[in-house]
């Protein structure tokens, strides 16, 4: 079976995405992601990814490293009083001001029935 071996591209081996899945922690989606995305090296092959499992391992060292260091946060104290809210009173929905004479309709109203 062809997932099941390894292939050697360039003096390096790769085993497919669905075995370093196993091996690696990450699943066979991820790891076709981080393909496509020039994170790990990796050969696509009719639809399976076959990937260096060392570079993986690299990028899993890696990745920890970059989460551990990215948790440093600057806390930017606000002056008391800088933001003021002011409460608006606007009503929520607009007023119509259109005014119908009900006379003048009424005899257009009238008139169409009339001529007809």
């Known amino acids: 079976m ?16 669905v ?17 496509r995305a020039g994170r790990i090296p990796g050969k696509l092959i009719g639809k399976t990814w076959f990937i ?7 990028h899993k060292k890696n990745r920890r490293i970059r989460k551990s260091t990215n948790k440093t946060f600057t806390h930017i104290p606000l002056n008391k009083g800088a933001i003021n809210y ?7 929905f607009p007023v119509l001001t259109k005014k119908i ?3 003048t309709n009424l005899k257009k ?8």
């Open 2 to 17: 062809l997932m099941l071996s390894p292939i050697t591209v360039g003096g390096k081996d790769y085993i497919s995405a």
């Open 19 to 35: 075995r370093a899945s196993e091996r690696g922690g990450y699943t066979s989606d991820y790891i076709g992601q981080l393909c």
């Open 52 to 58: 260096d499992y060392d570079a993986l391992v690299e």
């Open 86 to 92: 002011e409460s608006e009173v606007l009503p929520l």
């Open 101 to 103: 004479d009900p006379p």
């Open 109 to 116: 109203i009238l008139s169409y029935f009339s001529d007809t």
